[in-house]
């Protein structure tokens, strides 16, 4: 299946995807505004172009809390959601920011910030046991987001907080998930080696129930009919956007290349997922009907490791690699469509639920662009997308980069496209490097497309900076105007110089707030 037929089977659903230093991401609500997300809650802010509206395709980087004390006019929301699930160790003894109202809201308002995205954690509201849903901290802090005009994209979180990209907070899954995980260690996602990765229940259990008589996507429904019956004189208005958690990190994807522990380190090509006894199983199914039963006790065993190069290895080899074979093809397949069918198991789920709520649904896929020029393409591979040089059905371009694929995919897909940069930046350079992916001139040709909307990284007491607040106002502007108007940065900061002097109060104040 190609990349554009992998996006196009889920293509009623937004997705994201970080490529690169960006995340491309198709995107299911499109007005100008910037976002700003806490994983519990963390903070981040993003611009979206006017005019456009759309269901979403984003691959993203795990977002991590803002380190820092609590500040003092935050309501007893702040405090419930910070309080009551976890005990010290477990939560690390990090602290999250929870916004209220105050000169942060004003001065992210008055360059443009419309909402917040928030991850609503299925470790800390079913915390204790199946079925006892505990909405109080996040009942408080979308009031507070109403009663402050701010729109929400609340994020279904069904993995674990810690060991990815910048997480500095650990939040497991619920305790009594937990509990069946280690009855059952095959519940978790296993490597060739045997090591366990407990960031996301298996796939391989999806229809199966495991989860004190439940299945795990009948778990994920339920706690999403919780939350649309909690919090429905919210939908369409307060929360605009869900997006629905599908693997480690929140995205659609095997958790191929984790941290936790050092075992995966970049630019590694990861390894693949599939040898809990569950996977095992299908697989096994899966290669009789293919007639090669043979091929249906194992995954691939010449893969390397998860810190090798394509060309250390047997499989993943430029020349005849067994990513190329017969075998390869068959199992690769597998893999992937693995995948697929329980992207859509839960995105059918979210879309029956929350059907005419007024909602957009989106979800995210990965940016895996590290060894993105060689032929397997074995990072992709690994974390399920089977996509290789010979893959998207075209002959590999050398200038042809991620970003350019996956527009090009969505395109044909008619899935819009969005974006999100991976780490903090505040330099001309990086915002220019946004600009031009944003502008998806994909073909060398003027596109009438650009993408919908794009996620900034991050807000922190550095984007308030008077340096970077002002190329920041001047990089808002800039997404706002779209990719026809053609103007110097020098131009655009010297008319932002005005609004920066009129809100430099508020900005002050605001990078204090997150100082303290």
Known sequence: MSLSHQIGAIS??????????????????????????????????????PGLEIDRVSPSPPLSPVRGGMRADLTV??????????????????????????????????????????DVWWGLVEREAPGEYNWGGYAELLEMAKKHGLKVQAVMSFHQCGGNVGDSCTIPLPKWAVDEIEKDPDLAYTDQWGRRNYEYVSLGCDTLPVLKGRTPVQCYS?????????FEHLLGDTIVEIQVGMGPAGELRYPSYPEQNGTWKFPGIGAFQCYDKYMLSSLKAAAEAYGKPEWGSTGPTDAGHYNNWPDDTNFFRKEGGGWNTQYGEFFLSWYSQMLLDHGERILQSAKSIFEDKGVKISVKIAGIHWHYGTRSHAPELTAGYYNTRFRDGMLYVPRKKLVKQVALATREAKVPLAGENALPRYDDYAHEQILQASALNVDGDADEREMCAFTYLRMNPDLFQPDNWRRFVAFVKKMREGKDVHRCWEQVEREAEHFVHVTQPLVQEAAVELMH
């Not at 960006?22 to 172009?49: D, Y």
């Not at 339920?222 to 909690?230: L, T, V, Y």
């Open 12 to 49: 009623g659903t937004p997705v994201s995807a970080e490529v690169g230093g960006v995340s491309s991401e198709a995107q299911a609500t499109a007005s100008v505004s910037a976002l700003w997300r806490t994983p519990g809650p963390n903070l981040r802010v993003s611009v979206q172009n």
């Open 222 to 230: 339920d706690f999403m009919r919780a939350f649309r019956d909690n």
């Open 77 to 118: 929301a702040a405090q419930a959601l910070m309080d009551s699930p976890f005990t010290k160790e477990e939560y690390s003894g990090e602290r999250e920011y929870i916004v209220g109202g105050g000169a942060l809201e004003k001065a992210l308002k008055s360059a443009g910030v419309e909402g917040i995205m928030m």
